[in-house]
Nanobody
Framework: QVQLAESGGGLVQPGGSLRLSCAAS????????MGWYRHAPGKQRELVATITSGGNPTYADSVKDRFTISRDNANNAVYLQMSSLKPEDTAVYYCNIYPQVLATSWGQGTQVTVAS
């Protein structure tokens, strides 16, 4: 069974940067597209960014030009570089297969808090 482990979150001031990492134990086929999702208190989980097996990214409008998704298929890892962070980016961030209907078990996520 595949397990996903997200890391790299923390407390950062508005305008700051963080780099999130997602490590998959077991095997997630490099043929799967992967996504970063986030869940803020009182809101539904939302898709932030996706990346195809070939490395083509897409982004939610709210994070476009601020976030960059990447992947390392050889090491079963997915990354999310976040810059120009805003308070509204505060959430627990998760990675998983995209689309969500194909998602495996969710990891614990990593908390990102943007506050001064």
């Amino acid at each position: 069974q595949v397990q996903l482990a997200e890391s790299g979150g923390g407390l950062v001031q508005p305008g700051g940067s963080l780099r999130l990492s997602c490590a998959a134990s077991g095997s997630i086929s490099s043929a799967f597209a992967m996504g970063w999702y986030r869940h803020a208190p009182g809101k539904q989980r939302e898709l932030v960014a996706t990346i195809t097996s070939g490395g083509n990214p897409t982004y939610a409008d709210s994070v476009k030009d601020r976030f960059t998704i990447s992947r390392d298929n050889a090491n079963n890892a997915v990354y999310l570089q976040m810059s120009s962070l805003k308070p509204e980016d505060t959430a627990v961030y998760y990675c998983n297969i995209y689309p969500q209907v194909l998602a495996t078990s969710w990891g614990q996520g990593t908390q990102v808090t943007v506050a001064s």
